[in-house]
């Protein structure tokens, strides 16, 4: 049985490992093939001192240039909600636009269709949007 004297590495920190690998990869420090031998090292190892060995010959990054910063966003509504957001407005315009080349194919205005369509999709949109429904912290809340 081998029993290594070092501190045991986590998941996490080889993850981080791989991702800084991943960016001097980008960077064009590595090629392809030493990624991809580092990269095995890295899941091969045991020790956190046997992590820092395969970034030895490499710079160091700091935390924003390696893209580790979380990004901070000011944003109110998760991503997936501006994106059904941005679908359900360029849906409704549309269908506005074909009602609207209807009415004047046809001369008068015709029944006002698109409200089946805009209407439902846009208050489940609303809904979801102002009770915070699917949002990360509703999920975690009922775990």
Known sequence: MDISPGTRASDAERDT??????RHLADGRLDLA????????VY??????DL????TDLPTLTEKAAGFAKPVSGQRFPIWQRIEASSWAGVSLLVLV???AISIGVGEFTYFWPVWVIGPWGAVLAFRMVTGFESPRQRVLCR
């Open 98 to 100: 074909i009602w609207a």
């Open 44 to 49: 091969a190892t045991a020790t956190r001192e």
């Open 17 to 22: 490992v791989v991702r800084q690998l991943g």
């Open 52 to 55: 820092g060995s395969v970034l």
């Open 34 to 41: 030493e990624y991809d031998k580092r990269v095995a090292q």
